[in-house]
């Protein structure tokens, strides 16, 4: 891995015109970006939207991160784990064939936990995720030991790398699938994209993850006799799939607009209190003209500082005839002192209150999810919360965790022949402690309730590991083992009643034990 594949550059993120609407709320919102700059020229493919706008709009606002956040913990956060494929049926197949798929399952296991010496692997599909919420895609550089297997996974930061035009995109390789003999490499063929990285003007190029075609990273071309210090790694992209370009466009560009509109909404209020005038009355002198100390006070007497001042204007006699004539007969000129209140020419409190808010709902619904989860309802209750909770599994994290772990799925399990067991990302656990005892409860007084149907409930409700029983006993109902014992003890194998044996006592008394400790904790929901 080289070095210098990750260094920032040199340039400063550019914000679009509605960004640059005031110098000193730049100076106070504007976060130093060091974003490399991309000249569009030869194979580099410009994206519909540049990242470094889109950050930018997203630092500025203040809904936009906390609902890409939301999504992305959602996604993410909830650890991963390897289970079996879907099509395969463990208790069904035979010994030989449980044999290989416990191995698979190791072999999975070891890899994804030591993907990275320094993160889980969690933590870096979290932000792949940040990324590809934000501005379209994300990325993670994978890492061949000499063997040729994969060791390593990094995230690249993703807006600092560009698709590039492959004109030898399409190549065969061979996959697993399963055939009348059972499973099979087959070949097929397969197109895939090409990355680029500007590192202080000079480009380094990306293949992507599966390409097995050896790619030089200073070039971009593919060839049989590159050096091994040559070779273009590999990357993993994932991108928020766009119907017009291979770029991932975000979830929330529909509402762009809104988003921006609420920035200068913001700044707007801000802005009020920095240049409005915000004083309570005023104080003038009429029958002559401003001094020039007045004409100093009003137009000083704005910003946060003047706040509840009183504004005094002074006027000086006119110097004209008018005044002339009114000496010599004797007046003299008429001056008139007024206070005038400005409270009208303030704004009201909470400018553009609506507006926000709706541009708020706007941008939460562009990512679909519901307001318990950026804190933006109180009105929910157990029943709407779980309601909500639920279908924003099932129609946007479930969808978004099997998407990203298909990648892996695909090419490393292919890679390694694995052909059972399968990488997920796991979710929260939505299931009610009080329905299940309550099922537990009606299978229990139906006699149907068996040991191991209880030990992922003390796992769960005790916080402790509980190895389960052997199949044959931990598939047998309670009701079942009592009814068995009892009638061995009325007809022994040896016609002598002999009572029950210390084994089955100890079963017995280990099941009543299982029993009474979820009794405890659930409440006495169980019967025995």
Not at 147 to 163: I, P
Not at 344 to 371: C, M, V, W
Request: aromatic share 10%.
């Amino acid at each position: 891995m080289r070095n210098n594949k990750r260094r920032k550059g040199n340039t400063d993120a550019s914000y679009n015109a509605f960004m640059k609407a005031d110098k000193r709320a730049n100076e106070i919102l504007n976060a130093s970006r060091q974003l490399d700059a991309f000249e569009y020229a030869g194979d580099i493919m410009r994206p519909p939207y540049e990242p470094k706008d889109l950050i930018s709009l997203i630092e500025r606002n203040d809904t936009l991160k906390q609902n890409i956040e939301a999504f992305a913990v959602n996604v993410a956060n909830f650890g991963h784990g390897i289970k079996y494929q879907n099509e395969f049926d463990y208790n069904k197949a035979e010994e030989k064939i449980k044999e290989e798929a416990n191995k698979e399952w190791e072999i999975l296991r070891k890899l994804y936990k030591y993907l990275n010496p320094l993160s889980d692997f969690s933590s870096l599909i979290y932000k792949v995720a940040v990324d590809m919420y934000s501005f379209g895609w994300g990325m993670l550089e994978v890492i061949r030991n000499g063997a040729g297997d994969v060791c390593t996974l990094e995230y690249c930061r993703g807006c600092n790398f560009r698709l590039a035009h492959n004109k030898k995109a399409e190549t065969k390789i061979e996959v697993w699938e399963e055939t009348e003999k059972g499973y099979e490499q087959v070949g097929t063929s397969v197109r895939f994209k090409k990355f680029v990285q500007i590192v202080n003007g000079k480009r380094i190029y990306f293949k992507e993850f599966g390409d097995p075609r050896p790619m030089s990273y200073k070039t971009g071309e593919y060839s049989e006799n590159l050096q091994e210090g040559d070779l273009a790694n590999e990357v993993a992209y994932f991108c928020v799939h766009s119907s017009y370009t291979d770029y991932g466009v975000p979830y929330w560009i529909n509402t762009s607009i809104t988003a921006s509109g609420n920035v200068l909404s913001e700044l707007l209020n801000y802005k009020y209190f920095h240049e409005g005038r915000i004083l309570p009355m005023a104080v003038t002198i009429s029958g002559g003209q401003l001094t020039e100390g007045s004409i100093k006070a009003i137009s000083d007497g704005k910003g946060i500082e003047n706040a509840y001042k009183i504004l005094v204007l002074e006027a000086s006699p006119f110097e004209s005839n008018e005044e002339e004539k009114l000496l010599q007969t004797g007046s003299t000129p008429r001056v008139n002192i007024d206070i005038k209140s400005l409270t009208d020419t303030n704004n009201s409190d909470a400018l553009f209150r609506d507006y926000q808010k709706e541009g708020k709902e706007k941008i939460r619904d562009s990512f679909r999810l519901p307001p318990i989860y950026t804190g933006a309802s109180a009105d929910y209750n157990r029943a709407t919360a779980d309601t909500a909770r639920q279908i924003s599994e099932e129609q946007s994290f479930v969808p978004e965790r099997k998407r990203i772990c298909d990648t892996f799925n695909k090419i490393i399990n292919n890679e390694k022949g694995i052909k059972y067991c399968e990488l997920y990302l796991k979710g929260p656990d939505l299931s009610n402690i009080d329905q299940k005892a309550n099922i537990l409860s009606t299978l229990n007084t139906a006699g149907a309730i068996t040991p191991n149907m209880l030990v992922p409930i003390v796992e769960e409700v005790l916080g402790k590991d509980v190895e389960a029983w052997d199949e044959e006993l931990g598939n047998q109902p309670f009701e079942l083992t009592k009814l068995r014992n009892q009638n061995t003890d009325m007809y022994p194998p040896d016609g002598i009643q002999h009572g029950i044996e210390k084994s089955d006592d100890d079963i017995i008394g280990e099941l009543s034990r299982l029993t009474h400790a979820i009794r405890k904790e659930i409440g006495g929901s169980l019967n025995e």
